[in-house]
T-cell receptor, first 113, second 117 residues
Framework: NAGVMQNPRHLVRRRGQEARLRCSPMKGHSHVYWYRQLPEEGLKFMVYLQKENIIDESGMPKERFSAEFPKEGPSILRIQQVVRGDSAAYFC???????????FGPGTRLLVL | AQKITQTQPGMFVQEKEAVTLDCTYDTSDPSYGLFWYKQPSSGEMIFLIYQGSYDQQNATEGRYSLNFQKARKSANLVISASQLGDSAMYFCAMREEATSGTYKYIFGTGTRLKVLA
């Protein structure tokens, strides 16, 4: 049973470009969470999605950031017009529909030049 | 107020010794879950152990055990017989119900453990 998949593992963008981060949850998991981790810091919750629904986006910056989890395909975290402060590790986690453990993907390390 | 508090930013332990990493939590929900994750220098987040609020016994997984004291709202991680590979960042997390059928996970700031040879 494959774990949570994230790609790319590393992403380099110049200021002003767009970054697209993908996450495929574990089989049978319908809940997806995105977190951001700055160097030497803990995880900051960004957004919680179920298929075709955003459940909680209270941790998402109001501008430039968006997320989706379509009926088919992976969840996408999109960052438009990236700035240097967006450089971080972005983790996706998934959990089953009911009371279950959250499992993490390997993360995407975004570097903005 | 912090929902999950890890008061030890860094810890040292001698190889083969046991170590306790502290975690306290704050919730008014009667139903919640507590988790520990390990983040080695390679960066991935590894699930270690889970304790449900209604579980009567402390959770154990190999060398990991969770010292769950409900009245004190603490969920300390105990690692027995430490190994060099245990050197990592450790995060405590709590899951509580946000709305019916949806859950929030809240993470502590982490404890960096260094195992000494």
């Amino acid at each position: 049973n494959a774990g949570v998949m994230q790609n790319p593992r590393h992403l380099v963008r110049r200021r002003g470009q767009e970054a697209r981060l993908r996450c495929s949850p574990m089989k049978g998991h319908s809940h997806v969470y995105w977190y951001r981790q700055l160097p030497e810091e803990g995880l900051k919750f960004m957004v919680y999605l179920q298929k075709e629904n955003i459940i909680d986006e209270s941790g998402m910056p109001k501008e430039r950031f968006s997320a989706e989890f379509p009926k088919e395909g992976p969840s996408i975290l999109r960052i438009q017009q990236v700035v240097r402060g967006d450089s971080a590790a972005y983790f996706c986690a998934s959990s089953p529909p009911q009371y279950g453990t959250q499992y993490f993907g390997p993360g995407t390390r975004l570097l903005v030049l | 107020a912090q929902k999950i508090t890890q008061t030890q930013p860094g810890m040292f332990v001698q190889e083969k010794e046991a170590v306790t990493l502290d975690c306290t939590y704050d919730t008014s929900d009667p139903s919640y879950g507590l988790f520990w994750y390990k983040q080695p220098s390679s960066g991935e987040m590894i699930f270690l152990i889970y304790q449900g609020s209604y579980d009567q016994q402390n959770a154990t997984e190999g060398r990991y055990s969770l010292n769950f004291q409900k009245a004190r709202k603490s969920a300390n991680l105990v690692i027995s017989a430490s190994q060099l590979g245990d050197s990592a960042m450790y995060f405590c997390a709590m899951r509580e119900e946000a709305t019916s059928g949806t859950y929030k996970y809240i993470f502590g700031t982490g404890t960096r453990l260094k195992v000494l040879a």
